[in-house]
């Protein structure tokens, strides 16, 4: 059974904190945030200081997906405002993608590695030591709402097969159009955690979408 983490990108920014608390009852298990900075992608959506107000609605972990350029400039920032994991991309410019993942460990979060489409999961491998999770992308970072892209299916047995190798038990989150159907499809190829924004959120009844996502079948859920 998957774990599912709703994205609030996809929530109703006028009422934030309300939807944050809705989806935390509705039996979600992580709240995925998305952060990005208007460089890395050409949206832009919240900060440290949004996270922070949130805290308090609910009691799920936090997952913060910095879609932000030098993510260790802000790892600090997110970590205060108390985030669980921190998730940064391994496409992103910063100082060293292994020393920004040490610092998060060291801010006492999970440290999370994400792949863009284009980009092998192979170019994620060499920090696999360092990482509490993989997040492999399934569309182009920058907008909730896309559609799911099949093709980096094949990513989620290359990394388990290699995450084995290495004697890790590692989850794999996936995110991006991500429905009952496309669901199925990760977590049939081995996904342990969902995010999922539009379908949760612009759902009639989220507590039966969440159900939906994690009745799917796949591994037991490691995290
Ligand atoms: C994309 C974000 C995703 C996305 C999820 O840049 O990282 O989390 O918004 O939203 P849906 O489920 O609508 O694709
Ligand atoms: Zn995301």
Do not use: W
């Not at 949206?43 to 913060?64: C, E, H, M, Q, Y």
């Not at 099949?150 to 004697?167: H, W």
Request: glycine share 8%; with cysteine.
């Amino acid at each position: 059974m998957p774990k599912i983490a709703p994205s609030i990108l996809a929530a109703d920014f006028s009422k934030l904190g309300e939807d944050v608390r809705r989806v935390s009852e509705a039996g979600a298990d992580y709240i995925h945030i998305d952060v990005m900075d208007g460089v890395f992608v050409p949206n832009i959506t919240i900060g440290p200081p949004v996270v922070k107000r949130l805290r308090d609605l609910s009691d799920l972990p936090f997952i913060a997906h910095l879609m932000i350029t030098h993510p260790e400039r802000h790892l600090a920032a997110f970590a205060e405002g108390g985030s669980d994991v921190i998730e940064v991309h391994v496409e992103a410019e910063q100082e060293d993608v292994r020393q920004t993942l040490r610092a998060v460990r060291g801010l006492g979060c999970k440290a999370a590695l994400a792949v863009n489409p284009p980009t092998p999961v192979e170019a994620a491998f060499e920090y696999f030591d360092e990482i509490d999770l993989l997040l492999i992308m399934s569309v182009n970072p920058g907008f909730g709402g896309q559609s799911f892209m099949p093709e980096v299916l094949p990513k989620i047995p290359a990394a388990r097969a290699e995450l084995i190798r290495r004697g890790l038990e590692v989850p794999i989150e996936v995110d991006g159009g991500i429905n009952a159907e496309t669901g199925a499809l990760a977590a049939g190829a081995g996904a342990n955690i969902l995010a999922a924004g539009t379908y949760v959120f612009k759902s009639q009844d989220m507590a039966a979408a969440i159900g939906a996502l994690r009745s799917l079948s796949g591994p037991s859920s490691k995290d």
